[in-house]
């Protein structure tokens, strides 16, 4: 029997409401009914009578016109699910939302020491170098430079010169680890949900910016899994374990089909890892932290990074026995982890994800 928790964010179901803006709520309730359009209906529903919609709105009318919109549609048996115009409008949806946010403050992209060729020219510059490309030279600081040099004589020379430096963007592959234990969904806050919504905006990034880009999405409870993305809107936690290094497993093999050149694991959870398969059978441990589950998630961290795959950790969680795990995996595999809430838990992996395709070449 599955254990299904509901939690809708009243603050914001007042954001939503202030704006009137109809689709944006329906979008969200359908993420937190896991794809369940009836489900979602029936809770606007019962918005209105809680008089957080209007009275004289028509719902029916609004209904109706997704349907003629083909956003959603009756099957044979006359029951309603997304379609896929219904799945992109979605996508297009938690993109914008997190966008939003990040236009706000969200945190910036941050600049790495090296540089060297590349496509994209930076206002920085550097020495002129033999076989840079003279098309960047600086003329007004190279000029600078010379009569520097000779104290008001215009006489350049090749030690005047310099040139913008450049920064090359790199293709990257990603794969996005969705914790699905059941403490996803306990201690009244839904984290599934903002999950969902961070994947879905990846992968409307990604089909529309970086098209040569890949991104897999894999789930973990007891067991890991590579789901397609058109069923992100689907997905749902259970009263499954954590199986960390499941996913850490799964996701380097799936990683090293890939050719682009850099390759990346976001890890999203918000517990301890409690399980672990071996010889084909799980092992679980849900009491604390066992040190065997620990260190053959650590080991897999290991073999990520002797691969060269950056495991970057989201933690919906602040328990420090908890925190001290996350910094050991962190410092075993040399990758990063932040400490985040649902709320602000998009805005930390779309500037990381823009950040680590970016990189200097010497």
Avoid at 301 to 306: G, I, K, S, T, Y
Wanted: charged share 30%; with cysteine.
């Amino acid at each position: 029997m599955r254990h299904r928790y509901r939690y809708l964010d009243p603050e914001l179901i007042r954001a939503l409401l202030a704006a009137l803006n109809l689709r944006a709520l329906f979008n969200q309730l359908l993420l937190a009914s896991g794809g369940d359009v009836e489900q979602a209906q029936e809770w606007m529903r019962q918005l209105q009578e809680q008089g957080f919609l209007p009275e004289d709105l028509d719902l029916d009318a609004f209904f109706a016109g997704l349907e003629e919109e083909q956003v959603i549609a009756r099957d044979a048996d006359g029951n309603l699910s997304l379609t896929g115009i219904g799945e992109r409008r979605i996508r297009r949806s938690a993109f914008e939302e997190i966008f939003q946010h990040l236009d706000r403050g969200g945190p910036g992209y941050h600049r790495v020491a090296d540089a060297g060729q590349g496509v994209e020219r930076l206002p920085e510059t550097r020495a002129y170098r033999f076989g840079d490309d003279v098309a960047l030279i600086d003329p007004l600081r190279s000029v600078h430079n010379a009569l520097r040099r000779t104290h008001g004589r215009l006489e350049l020379a090749e030690e005047d010169l310099e040139v913008y430096e450049t920064e090359h963007l790199t293709a990257c592959a990603t794969v996005v680890a969705i914790d699905v234990s059941h403490s996803m969904v306990l201690y009244g806050e839904d984290r599934i949900t903002p999950a969902k919504k961070v994947a879905l905006a990846l992968t409307e990034l990604i089909t529309s910016k970086y098209p040569k880009d890949h991104l897999g999405v894999i789930l973990f409870g007891d067991r890991a899994q590579e789901i397609s993305l058109s069923e992100l809107t689907y997905v749902d936690a259970g009263p499954y374990h954590t199986n960390t290094r499941d996913a850490l497993q799964l996701a380097r093999a799936l990683l090293a089909r890939r050719k682009q050149p850099n390759k990346q694991i976001f890890l999203i959870t918000d517990g301890k890892p409690s399980a672990i398969t071996e010889g084909g059978r799980i092992y679980k441990n849900p009491f604390g932290l066992d040190m065997r589950i620990v260190n053959r998630t650590l080991e897999e961290a290991d073999l990520c990074r002797r691969q060269k795959v950056v495991i970057t950790t989201f933690m919906i969680a602040t328990d420090p026995s908890l925190t001290a795990f996350v910094e050991q995996l962190t410092k075993v595999n040399r990758g990063r982890a932040y400490f985040a809430s649902p709320l602000n838990l998009g805005e930390f992996i779309l500037a990381d994800y823009i950040r680590n395709r970016r990189r200097r070449v010497r």
